[in-house]
């Protein structure tokens, strides 16, 4: 059975409600930027990738009905104004994630590109609006895809030895991604399926790098927190290494300090890799909350620690954690649980209640996220490759964008960009204070010890 997380044709979207996962399988229909933007709210879509790619391609839809309806503008300028502001409503949606506003901000650059050709009409800035978000989906496959390459081959070759059997145990947070298909149809008719997840449009960021170590043999139990207070861990990460048949393992988020002080040796955990919602300039990195607490433990534990993150993550604009706006979410979100009744350990689909957990009337604290600092992060992986810091100790994210960018000072961070090889890997290295690939390739092999 394959699942689909994102259903694509031209002029329709239906998106999967993640907030009934895993015991429902239902599809919220997207007609138009209005329903795209209260499923995002409502945390029916979610996962800063997945945000972005729902949000285009919602306006690509309600455009296509519109010309559908013949109530689409006939004049350019018209059909481009209108497209900034349909965007501008979307980015209101999650403020914490930056792949939203810089989505927003390349389709509003090629709409207002088209509607300065001599010969634009409405009807051609529509097409290049669809053309261009349809193109974000492949991208963003492709992407994900090599982010998990790239994280896998880095754990291998910089961490100590090999546990069992060979492999290694990975600790994640959240969710980050499900291998699905979605549907992508041209204007000549070709269709063409795309893998998908749950929270990218792709292969997943941080679950990417743990499914590349699975397929490559090299996985010994992903560990996986609950992730309160949305329970995205216990609800969808759990849901689909289950499908994927992939060795995990379930905790609360108040055991990842006992499971490295008990287990880090025996089950030779060697990294926590977690997805981004906005990376600063620096290198602080916002992402689900709990996240900090994460980096602290382990830098403890001496355990690596890696973002996993397209660069449409990275925002050069965010100098640091520091200029982050937070999302604070509603205080029922932790005072109250939500799910079917259990029923002799299977779940009663006919009986969904919402049980209160916590006393009426108290104080309730629910940021959504919280900022870790660059410091407690050891590589950022994208799917250019992964970025190391350089010799003063900090990142620099330059060498992975085209043409120099100004993020402040030069701090030749390191870039190196790698690839399971068999049982062995490849890494390409570079130094990103320089603008142009250094493509020095060395063959390293690992034995199992």
Not at 158 to 177: D, F, I, M, R
Request: with cysteine.
């Amino acid at each position: 059975m394959v699942l689909e997380a994102i259903k694509y044709t031209r002029g329709t979207l239906e998106t999967l409600d993640q907030r009934q996962l895993p015991h429902e399988t239902y599809y919220d229909d997207i007609e138009d930027t209005r329903d795209a933007r209260h499923a995002i709210k409502d945390m029916r879509v979610r996962g800063a990738p997945a945000i972005a790619i729902v949000a285009a391609l919602s306006l690509a839809v309600e455009l296509t009905n519109l010309q559908e309806k013949r109530k689409l503008p006939a004049a350019a300028e018209d059909v481009k104004q209108l497209v900034e502001e349909k965007l501008d409503y979307l980015v209101k949606s999650r403020p914490t994630a930056v792949n939203l506003m810089d989505a927003a901000n390349k389709l509003k650059k090629i709409s207002e590109d088209a509607a300065g050709n001599a010969e634009a009409t409405g009807e051609s800035v529509q097409m290049a609006y669809i053309e261009a978000s349809e193109k974000m989906l492949v991208d963003d496959v492709q992407d994900n895809e090599a982010i998990g390459k790239h994280g896998a081959a880095w754990i291998l070759k910089n961490t100590q030895g090999y546990g069992p059997e060979g492999k290694v145990s990975v600790l994640t947070h959240c969710n980050t991604g499900y291998v699905v298909t979605s549907q992508l149809r041209h204007h000549d008719g070709i269709l063409i399926r795309f893998c998908s997840s749950l929270a990218t449009a792709g292969y997943g960021t941080a679950l990417g790098v743990v499914r590349a170590l699975h397929a490559s043999s090299h996985l010994h139990v992903a560990y996986y927190t609950e992730t309160r207070p949305y329970n995205q861990g216990s609800r969808l990460t759990a849901y689909e290494l289950k499908h994927e048949k992939i060795s995990s393992c379930l905790i609360t988020d108040s055991m990842a300090a006992a499971l490295l002080n008990t287990k880090r040796r025996s089950m030779n955990i060697v990294a926590i890799i977690v997805g981004a919602d906005r990376v600063a300039a620096n290198g602080d990195t916002a992402n689900k909350v709990g996240t900090y607490s994460l980096a602290i433990l382990a830098r403890h534990h001496g355990v690596k620690f890696l973002v996993a993150a397209p660069r449409t993550t990275i925002d050069l604009s965010t100098k640091s954690g520091k200029d982050i706006t937070i999302e604070e979410r509603p205080k029922r979100e932790i005072t109250t649980v939500t799910g079917p009744r259990d029923v002799g350990g299977y779940a009663d689909q006919d009986h969904i209640e919402t049980v209160s957990i916590a006393p009426h009337g108290i104080q309730v604290w629910n940021p959504a996220f919280d900022v870790t600092p660059a410091e407690l992060i050891d590589a950022v992986v994208t799917e250019k490759g992964v970025v190391e810091k350089g010799p003063k100790g900090t990142f620099s994210f330059e060498g992975i964008f085209e043409g120099p960018t100004d993020n402040g000072e030069a701090n030749g961070g390191h870039i190196v960009e790698m690839a399971l090889v068999g049982d062995g890997m490849t890494s390409l290295s570079h130094d990103s204070s320089n603008h142009h690939d250094h493509d020095h390739e060395l063959k390293r092999k690992r034995e199992d010890e």
